[in-house]
């Protein structure tokens, strides 16, 4: 599934507005859909809130999931629009905040005591969880947050295009440019990365040989290598060769569905739209290396779930995410496979979901596995913003790329020494 709600919502901006904590608000009219249809269970009541998924079924999966829970009465807000993530977090100031809600691990969350600690209900299946989710959720050695999704992001292609320009998958940033720029005709452009070219934004620093920050915080991006990069995305910015302006966002697999680019960037969501529209004439590579010491790469991004720690009903909640995320596989295979691919974060569900066991889907597992990584959960909205204005600025604006990335080391450290000293 998308993880899309609309087309003006890009995913990996998902925290832009949800830091303005100051923006109180109510939420009371945000869509109170009942899971369960009606009363039931113990009387407890617990609300659960989601972003709406693009793909059709998903409201349905979450709401039956919850209907089936015989210990509480689970209400779903579903969000649609573009709104969630400001909805979320001026909800969470107020008295309607839903008791467990889905977003991305951020310590600013642990850190003001918002989130609860479970490591409690994952410890007994810790083992049985992909490590660097269990990691991604850790903060001084308490887990906060259960993964539901991963969701590898990496290059898909039209086989047939490429076959008649000639041009091998690229396996460099070099060799990107030059394939974007053979592909590209009239009608087609050779390469689409999103309408603001954020999706690159991280899978260039790995590609790189680089990171958003080191093992013991400090920032890890600011390198020449991470620098000629930028470089080169500014180059292919200005090409003409890369879609720009695309009707709906590198999310929806629309663009290269309806052939109006030959490589788009998008997520393992969507491969079965792409596979029904595009059937064999479909293959995927991973973000290409830059510079001579760097390594392919694959953005794992994600959904978790997370419990109110200053809710009312925190233990109810929390017994609720142990039934559904950690006791009940099939519900968490179905959510995982049935509404698009994604890949099941415990590990003993991946191996067994049959869907991603051939195919394209066995070849996108196989990526994520070789050149995976997974956001830090050190790495705050604020920095994002730092380093997405240097982004910017090199790449769009033409500033000079290790200028615009010290500026945003500045930054980063700054916030670094507010949340680490």
Request: aromatic share 10%; with cysteine; hydrophobic share 40%.
């Amino acid at each position: 599934m998308s993880a899309m709600s609309t087309p003006n919502w890009n995913r990996r901006n998902v925290l832009q507005a949800a830091m303005g904590l100051a923006a109180a608000g109510g939420l009371a009219a945000c869509g109170g859909n009942n899971g369960r249809g009606g009363s039931g269970g113990s009387g407890t009541q617990l609300t659960q809130m989601f972003h709406a998924y693009g793909e059709a079924g998903t409201e349905q999966a979450i709401k039956r999931y919850a209907k089936a829970y015989t210990k509480a009465n689970v209400t779903t807000n579903w969000i649609t629009g573009n709104t969630f993530e400001a909805k979320l977090f001026s909800s969470l100031l107020t008295k309607q905040a839903p008791d467990l809600f889905e977003f991305h691990p951020q310590i600013q969350l642990v850190k003001s005591g918002q989130v609860a600690d479970l490591t409690d209900i994952i410890d007994p299946v810790k083992d049985d969880f992909n490590p660097a989710d269990i990691k991604s959720h850790t903060v001084d050695g308490k887990i906060y947050g259960v993964r539901m999704i991963d969701d590898p992001q990496f290059f898909f292609y039209r086989k047939s295009m490429l076959a008649a320009a000639k041009v091998d998958v690229p396996t460099t940033l070099d060799e990107l440019l030059e394939a974007a720029e053979k592909l590209t005709t009239s009608k087609v452009k050779g390469v689409f990365l999103g309408n603001d070219l954020t999706p690159a934004i991280n899978p260039l620093l790995w590609s790189a040989g680089a990171d958003t920050l080191t093992a013991d915080n400090k920032p890890a991006f600011n390198t020449d290598a991470v620098a000629a990069g930028m470089k080169q995305l500014r180059q292919l910015f200005t090409s003409g060769n890369l879609l720009l302006d695309a009707p709906a966002d590198y999310w929806d697999p629309s663009a290269i569905n309806q052939g109006l680019c030959a490589i788009q960037f998008c997520g393992m969501w969507a491969m079965p739209a792409m596979q029904k529209a595009l059937g064999d004439d479909l293959g995927i590579f991973p973000f290409p290396k830059v510079g001579d010491n760097g390594k392919q790469s694959v953005y794992n991004g994600g959904w978790s779930m997370f419990v109110n720690a200053k809710g009312k009903n925190v233990d109810a909640a929390k017994e609720y995410v142990k039934w559904l995320w950690i006791d009940q596989k099939k519900y968490q295979e179905d959510w995982a496979t049935s509404y698009g691919f994604h890949i099941p974060p415990r590990t003993s569900i991946a191996q067994s979901a049959t869907k991603l066991k051939s195919g394209l889907p066995a070849e996108g597992v196989k990526l994520f596995n070789e050149f995976g990584h997974f956001d830090n959960i050190g790495w705050t909205q604020s920095m994002i913003t730092a380093l997405t204005d240097a982004f910017t600025n090199s790449v769009r604006k033409n500033g000079d790329p290790k200028a615009t990335l010290a500026t945003a080391e500045t930054k980063v450290n700054a916030e670094l020494k507010k949340l680490f000293g």
